[in-house]
């Protein structure tokens, strides 16, 4: 982009003037090169130029549908190379495609190239667009067609890959990511496609490896968790768990520091998500010690496998932890609240989803509603109808709220306030279907 931008700065305005355009940009001082740019198109109304120069600003400051509009105007008021059109059909469907307009980026993307068929980039932008639609067989044409423009371009190499992983040609896609690692050893994004080919050819235990592998040289590398998805949590059948499990019995006993704490971290989703709730328990134990303050998504899980685990005073422990590190965390309060009801404290569950309607006006109906569930188990039905007639009066179109509380009517003998909650639940019920 920066190059782009140089190529748009205007030869026609006094030096000093684009020169301190230029100055205010590389100071990252965008709003003021705007109203500088802004100026100068003032004077200069036709220049096409100019317009693309603020259409870039615009951008910067995240104001597409304006910029949008700057490059309509630079296309119609350039008049010079096709290469300089073409790139203002590209940039257009960049911002088109940030702002989720796929099929207007497609038309400029296309133009763009019908403008300078060797644009390498525009082929790949196409390509990356197309697979967004999940039109596989032409996002490979286009990555193809960069490839032949730009044989050494690693990235697009990757993309052409994973095209044709999604395309189903995986025979393929894996010649060309063994020799894309053969030339490139540390394409990082390569190793990932790879250990995918081998989850799709059901070869398992060698995913496991490479993919395994693939995330410790990530951290290693960048310092931080790889955030792809990965497949190691639709693992389900028995033989490659226990292989999973191994290998990452492997990896804690011999990694430290954080590299160890990812790998503890996938264990210990692994384990509850196969049910296997202590082990998930005792490692998000050795998660939340290792640290000097409290990891909250290591606590909050861990609560959530002694609920699981059917571990209730364990769970409210937690719970309570979680809320006074996070005092608005309403997910702390629900689930506080239903280890509450497990261990029969129901003016205390009661209290906590109270507490959930002061926090998020948008849960309060939820709150309500299961505080009057906890009055009818009670068999306190005026005051499970009182919050039911509140959740009613935040969430007046659910029908099964009207429903709820013409059965705590007919509980008290209320026949006619029953007769009409049951109407009203008809009727939302009709008007939904």
Same mark, same amino acid.
């Given at each position: 982009? =920066?190059? @782009?931008?140089?190529?748009?700065?205007?030869?026609?305005?006094?030096?000093?003037?684009?020169?301190?355009?230029?100055?205010?940009?590389?100071?990252?001082?965008?709003?003021?090169?705007?109203?500088?740019?802004?100026?100068?198109?003032?004077? *200069?109304?036709?220049?096409? %130029?100019?317009?693309?120069?603020?259409?870039?600003?615009?951008?910067?400051?995240?104001?597409?549908?304006?910029?949008?509009?700057?490059?309509?105007?630079?296309?119609? *008021? $350039?008049?010079?190379?096709?290469?300089?059109?073409?790139?203002?059909?590209?940039?257009?469907?960049?911002?088109?495609?940030? !702002?989720?307009?796929?099929?207007?980026?497609?038309?400029?993307?296309? =133009?763009?190239?019908?403008?300078?068929?060797?644009?390498?980039?525009?082929?790949?932008?196409?390509? /990356?667009?197309?697979?967004?639609?999940?039109?596989?067989?032409?996002? !490979?044409?286009?990555?193809?067609?960069?490839?032949?423009?730009?044989?050494?371009?690693?990235?697009?190499?990757?993309?052409?890959?994973?095209?044709?992983?999604?395309?189903?040609?995986?025979? +393929?896609?894996?010649?060309?990511?063994?020799?894309?690692?053969?030339?490139?050893?540390?394409?990082?994004?390569?190793?990932?496609?790879?250990?995918?080919?081998?989850?799709? %050819?059901? +070869?398992?235990?060698?995913?496991?490896?490479?993919?395994?592998?693939?995330?410790?040289?990530?951290?290693?590398?960048? *310092?931080?968790?790889? &955030?792809?998805?990965?497949?190691?949590?639709?693992?389900?059948?028995?033989?490659?768990?226990?292989?999973?499990?191994?290998?990452?019995?492997?990896?804690?006993?011999?990694?430290?520091?954080?590299?160890?704490?990812?790998?503890?971290?996938?264990?210990?989703?692994?384990?509850?998500? *196969?049910?296997?709730?202590?082990?998930?328990?005792?490692?998000?134990?050795?998660?939340?010690?290792?640290?000097?303050?409290?990891?909250? /998504?290591?606590?909050?899980?861990?609560?959530?496998?002694?609920?699981?685990?059917?571990?209730?005073?364990?769970?409210? %422990?937690?719970?309570?932890?979680?809320?006074?590190?996070?005092?608005?965390?309403?997910?702390?309060?629900?689930?506080?609240?239903?280890?509450?009801?497990?261990?029969?404290?129901?003016?205390?569950?009661?209290?906590? @989803?109270?507490?959930? $309607?002061?926090?998020?006006?948008?849960?309060?109906?939820?709150?309500?509603?299961?505080?009057?569930?906890? +009055?009818?188990?009670? /068999?306190?039905?005026?005051?499970?109808?009182?919050?039911?007639?509140? &959740? !009613?009066?935040?969430?007046?179109?659910?029908?099964?709220?009207?429903?709820?509380?013409?059965?705590?009517?007919?509980?008290?003998?209320?026949?006619?306030?029953?007769?009409?909650?049951?109407?009203?639940? %008809?009727?939302?019920?009709?008007?939904?279907?």
């Amino acid at each position: 982009m =920066v190059i @782009w931008l140089c190529f748009f700065l205007p030869l026609c305005l006094p030096a000093q003037q684009s020169a301190q355009i230029e100055a205010l940009i590389h100071q990252q001082r965008y709003s003021e090169a705007l109203q500088l740019t802004t100026i100068q198109l003032r004077a *200069h109304s036709r220049d096409g %130029k100019l317009y693309a120069r603020r259409a870039w600003l615009y951008r910067k400051l995240n104001q597409p549908g304006m910029a949008i509009l700057d490059i309509d105007q630079a296309i119609r *008021h $350039t008049s010079s190379s096709a290469q300089t059109r073409s790139q203002l059909y590209f940039m257009r469907g960049d911002i088109h495609t940030e !702002i989720g307009m796929l099929i207007d980026a497609y038309e400029d993307y296309t =133009v763009a190239l019908e403008l300078d068929p060797q644009c390498a980039q525009c082929y790949a932008h196409r390509g /990356e667009l197309c697979m967004q639609l999940d039109y596989y067989p032409l996002a !490979i044409e286009d990555y193809a067609e960069a490839l032949r423009l730009e044989s050494y371009n690693t990235e697009f190499r990757i993309e052409y890959a994973r095209a044709l992983l999604a395309d189903q040609q995986t025979e +393929e896609a894996a010649r060309q990511l063994q020799q894309i690692l053969a030339d490139d050893p540390g394409a990082l994004e390569a190793k990932r496609l790879l250990a995918t080919y081998h989850y799709l %050819k059901q +070869e398992t235990e060698v995913y496991i490896d490479l993919y395994l592998a693939y995330l410790r040289e990530y951290y290693e590398t960048q *310092h931080e968790p790889s &955030s792809a998805d990965h497949l190691l949590y639709t693992i389900t059948d028995s033989v490659s768990y226990r292989y999973l499990t191994e290998a990452l019995d492997r990896y804690i006993n011999h990694t430290a520091g954080d590299i160890q704490v990812m790998f503890r971290s996938i264990r210990a989703n692994i384990r509850s998500l *196969h049910a296997d709730y202590l082990g998930a328990i005792d490692d998000l134990s050795m998660l939340i010690n290792s640290e000097q303050d409290y990891d909250h /998504e290591a606590l909050h899980m861990r609560a959530y496998n002694y609920m699981q685990a059917e571990l209730y005073p364990q769970a409210i %422990k937690d719970y309570t932890r979680l809320i006074q590190l996070q005092p608005h965390n309403t997910d702390a309060y629900a689930g506080r609240a239903d280890a509450y009801r497990h261990t029969q404290q129901i003016n205390e569950a009661i209290q906590d @989803w109270l507490s959930l $309607t002061r926090l998020d006006y948008r849960e309060a109906p939820r709150g309500f509603y299961q505080a009057a569930r906890l +009055e009818v188990a009670r /068999e306190n039905y005026m005051q499970a109808i009182r919050y039911l007639s509140r &959740s !009613i009066q935040l969430a007046p179109d659910i029908a099964y709220l009207y429903r709820y509380r013409a059965e705590q009517y007919e509980a008290l003998g209320n026949s006619r306030q029953a007769e009409l909650d049951y109407e009203a639940a %008809k009727h939302l019920s009709e008007s939904e279907e």
